[in-house]
């Protein structure tokens, strides 16, 4: 069993937090059947590191707290945990892209066709293009972007030793 680190859980901690404030500071945006949550971005992580599924589930899941919709929080964090998993399966960040738009489309316009009376596939159509807007238009070239940093990428996205033997990861 892997050990977690005090380093693994400040990374998770603070990518959570970052999930949660990108999606809260664009609230109008973020919930709804129409929806862009800029924060989807930051999806593409989940194909490098199993500790980004973790940060991101458990930022959505915080983040929609925040949606007025209670079971947001069941449906809303439900979509990004399967999302998440597969895209870490996945583990290429182009067809792994379009996971969340699948996720997200079937299950948040489920959640809004019951729950709020939104037409299903309406719903379907307009969560899924948000999250194709968010993932593909946005995350894959910041995703690109940031590989450019030896740095950032150490960091962000490397799959070797760090996830596969988390107890002998060395701190700086």
């Known amino acids: 069993m892997k050990q977690i680190t005090p380093r693994m859980m400040t990374e998770i901690a603070a990518a959570a937090a970052l999930y949660v404030v990108l999606t809260v500071i664009f609230h109008p945006l973020s919930y709804g059947a129409v929806q862009i949550r800029f924060s989807e971005a930051m999806m593409l992580l989940c194909c490098f590191r199993i500790r980004w599924c973790a940060a991101l589930s458990l930022g959505c899941m915080i983040a929609n707290l925040f949606s007025g919709m209670s079971v947001d ?18 583990r290429k960040p182009v067809p792994a892209a379009f996971v969340p738009a699948a996720a997200n489309g079937f299950i948040i316009a489920a959640e809004l066709y019951f729950f709020a009376g939104e037409p299903y596939w309406f719903s379907v159509l307009t969560v899924a293009a948000g999250e194709i807007v968010a993932v593909v238009v946005i995350g894959l070239p910041l995703l690109w972007a940031l590989r450019r940093s030896e740095a950032v990428s150490r960091l962000l996205f490397d799959r070797g030793k760090s996830d596969r033997n988390d107890s002998s990861e060395r701190t700086p």
Do not use: H, K, N
Not at 73 to 90: E, N, P, R
């Open 73 to 90: 929080f069941l449906f809303g964090t439900l979509a990004t945990v399967i999302a998440a998993v597969l895209m870490y399966l996945i």
